[in-house]
């Protein structure tokens, strides 16, 4: 064999050296954008350098400074004046510090919240009181969320007049998107993904539509809450059957697609609201939320500020981590958050124990019927040998155990429609759910999978006695179809997020209730209703639970008060929706819990159950500006740069001042009283503008501590028409009074034809 010739060696060393170059090179690059987190770099754009031209240019050559390889996601003009980009910790560090930059924050990932309504609200007693569909279909609700499914009856535009001329949006074309699915009714449709894809690589479309379609239905049941056109003969397996129609069925959807199977990134969320108030909508819907950080830090707080500067109303879930105290989301002030309630419908399904005992459950099973003898049953925790098998988790269960027989399964952990999943594969034939003392007897309804019904606590104890007590026990399901009229209602759904007020406890949170729970609205079709990958049920509506339903609900109840009056500042919105809350049923009693079976209080309704038409004539509202907002980041004590963050732009609190938070014109009073004994005089001062006819008010006070002292000054009020007038109410506790509880009260004025509410709470601090 001839050897090779040097030249040849050297050219095939040559290339080896160079592929281990760029295999390490490639590997570097890997593990360093492994190392990347996602960034919301938030820029004082006043400080721009005279040598730019244009402020995207400064942030790119801030950006290049720090790393070669970054690159913008989304450049900010409205929510906030920033981009968002990859960086790793240690050059999100050295960004910071550069001039002009005010601050650099970690993206935070987000979680969804999750037609007898009208008729329970009242507005169909009362339609001929609200707007037409001239002056309603002029109103836009934007709705952040899992987008839409286009072809849905909530989405018809029959009847609709031209598109208003103030809009100013698109309707994006994508997977299984084009901007023919758009029409007078859903007059835009846009999709955010940079942040989701920057977090968890590119979106398989096989999975998800990188489009504003909606393959996950949340959507699609939010915005037909909201504003969903009228579809008759609505329902979900013949439950809850009737004539399904939005709140605002008149006004305008433009939904933004923000959620993925991955979840609901801030970076996405800040570029559709920076884009929203570029479209022009009037009212913002977002049923997501997360954990609760400083207003600064909160990418919907901030986005939120700079939409209502533009006069846009942002209502927010409050979330579902009730009924814990300091539970909530999104309690900026200048948010609307909302928490949920009941209805008066309901879809009972008995359960029949062998020992001739029933007890009431729900469901919204349809398919193949039990036998009509009783069958066995079994609780999970015994048909399993794994640690927490009473929650029917998946692959938990013996099938050997569980074949042919009722399976009662605990309530926790994971999904409520998964545990029947695990039981039907596994081989049984039916499920109790049960709950444990986190739900108590709050019962939520799902379209299961196999026949089962959902108990209460005490229900499931006493269940659960006879089946350990009876070596034979058995038990029959009975399904009863939908009933209404069910009374109290509403009650304070024990899912629904709780006060105080984690971060100002002087702003008492959340601001007030609406329906919440078995909520019926339109669906996807490219996902069954329970959401499971093994349903291949297909709906044109469903029925599910959560404070995102609620959401919806207000924010298209906001859109019918625009409509009714147009000059109306979010802050008034929000107050007449507030004061006309109510507290109490019919009958006098109060609202209940259904955590725990006593009164609500303040802390879990806000201002009460929203009232519709009676928020259409406030009579007196409370209204606030945007220097009134910052003045309140002033009272916080938050810094020049922090203000600039939520502000977008220069602001500098009076030294000469003093600021105080509880001067904020907000609808109601939570009061903070210094721990350590001794008496306490803590002072509110409030301004009513009076949106009627003019008219004398009185006002009454009341409190559940009888050592808590209320008085206000002055004790009556006329008003011109449009005319404003201060009060200021005080105080006042005694040493003896107790610290170790809560309190609650209320204020109201009236003149004998409106009542403007307030709810009251007190607490101690340091």
């Known amino acids: 064999m001839k050897p090779f010739k040097k030249p040849l060696l050297l050219m095939l060393l040559v290339i080896i050296l160079r592929l281990s170059h760029e295999s390490l090179a490639a590997t570097d690059k890997k593990k360093e954008e492994d190392q990347k987190s996602t960034y919301i770099v938030h820029v004082a754009k006043s400080e721009m350098p005279e040598t730019f031209s244009h402020h995207s240019a400064w942030y790119e050559s801030s950006l290049k400074s720090v790393s ?58 009362n339609a001929d009181m609200f707007p037409e569909s001239t002056s309603g279909g002029e109103v836009i609700i934007g709705l952040l969320d899992t987008g839409v499914w286009p072809e849905s009856k909530s989405f018809d535009d029959t009847g609709l007049g031209p598109i208003p001329s103030s809009w100013k949006g698109q309707c994006e074309t994508g997977t299984n998107f084009t901007t023919s699915n758009c029409n007078k009714k859903l007059i835009g449709a846009r999709y955010f993904a940079n942040g989701y894809q920057a977090a968890t690589g590119p979106i398989d479309e096989s999975k998800e539509s990188k489009s504003p379609r909606d393959d996950d239905g949340h959507g699609t049941h939010t915005a037909s809450t909201a504003a969903g056109s009228v579809v008759a003969g609505a329902s979900l397996f013949g439950y809850a059957s009737g004539t399904a129609r939005g709140m605002a069925n008149h006004a305008r959807i433009a939904a933004y697609k923000v959620c993925w199977l991955g979840g609901c990134f801030s970076s996405d969320i800040l570029a559709a609201i920076d884009k929203a108030i570029e479209d022009n909508v009037n009212v913002l819907s977002l049923s997501l939320g997360g954990g609760m950080s400083d207003y600064y830090r909160d990418s919907i707080a901030i986005g939120a500020f700079a939409a209502m500067e533009k006069g846009i109303l942002v209502s927010c879930s409050a979330g579902n981590a009730g009924p814990s105290s300091f539970s909530l989301s999104n309690i900026a002030p200048w948010i609307t958050t909302v928490g949920a309630g009941t209805l008066d419908r309901d879809f009972p399904a008995y359960v029949s124990l062998g020992n001739g005992k029933n007890y009431s459950g729900v469901s919204l099973y349809k398919g193949n019927a039990l036998p009509d003898s009783p069958l066995p049953l079994i609780y999970a925790g015994n048909a399993s040998n794994a640690t927490g098998g009473s929650l029917c988790t998946a692959g938990t269960l013996t099938p050997e155990k569980v074949a042919g027989k009722i399976v009662l399964c605990d309530r926790g952990v994971n999904a409520r429609v998964q545990k029947g999943a695990v039981v039907k594969a596994a081989g049984g034939l039916g499920m109790v759910l049960a709950n444990t003392a986190a739900n108590g007897e709050e019962l939520v309804a799902d379209a299961h999978l196999l026949p089962a019904t959902a108990v209460g606590e005490k229900a499931g104890d006493a269940i659960k006695s006879y089946l350990f007590s009876d070596s034979q026990p058995t038990v029959k399901i009975l399904f009863e179809g939908t009933k209404v009229g069910i009374q109290p209602s509403p009650v304070v759904a024990a899912f629904s997020s709780r006060g105080p007020n984690g971060i100002t406890p002087q702003i008492l949170k959340p601001d007030l209730i609406a329906p919440g729970v078995n909520i019926l609205a339109g669906w996807s079709k490219a996902v069954g209703p329970t959401g499971l990958t093994v349903d291949n049920r297909r709906v044109d509506f469903n029925i ?63 201002a009460g159950h929203v009232d519709p038409v009676s928020a259409l004539n406030p009579g007196l509202v409370y209204d606030l500006a945007v220097d009134d907002y910052l003045g309140f980041l002033c009272a916080i004590n938050y810094t020049d740069a922090e203000i600039n963050s939520v502000a977008r732009r220069k602001y500098q609190c009076d030294a000469s001042k003093q600021y105080s938070v509880n001067d904020l ?60 007038k201060s009060y200021t109410v005080t105080f006042t506790t005694s040493a003896s009074t107790s610290q170790s509880q809560n309190g609650f009260g209320s204020l109201a004025w009236s003149d004998g034809k409106h009542v403007v509410g307030s709810p009251i709470s007190f607490s101690w601090g340091t």
């Not at 920033?82 to 790793?88: H, N, V």
């Not at 995102?548 to 929000?574: D, E, F, T, Y």
């Not at 004061?579 to 009693?589: C, L, V």
């Not at 009513?688 to 008085?711: E, F, K, M, W």
């Open 68 to 125: 070669d390889s970054a690159e913008m996601l989304y450049l900010y003009d409205n929510a906030i004046h920033g981009f968002s980009t990859r960086l790793t910790a240690e050059e999100a560090r050295t960004l910071e510090t550069q001039s002009g930059i005010l601050a650099v924050f970690p993206e935070t990932r987000f979680e969804l919240h999750t037609t007898r309504t009208p008729e329970f609200l009242g507005l169909d007693k």
């Open 544 to 606: 599910i639970s959560g404070t995102s339903m609620s959401c919806p609900h207000v924010s298209g109840l906001a859109a019918l008060i625009k409509a009714a009056h147009p000059n109306w500042s979010p802050a008034v919105i929000r107050s007449a929706l507030m004061t006309t809350a109510y507290t109490a049923y019919k009958n006098g009693d109060k609202l209940q819990d259904s955590a725990t079976g006593k009164p609500s209080t303040p802390f879990d309704h806000g």
């Open 665 to 724: 014109n907000y609808p109601s009073f939570a009061v903070v009283f210094q721990s350590g004994g001794g008496s306490t005089v803590v002072k509110h001062k409030r301004t009513l503008t009076n949106v009627g006819a003019a008219g004398t008010y009185s006002v009454s006070a009341t409190s559940d501590n009888p050592s808590i002292q209320i008085s206000v000054e002055p004790k009556v009020l006329s008003f011109k028409e449009n005319e404003n």
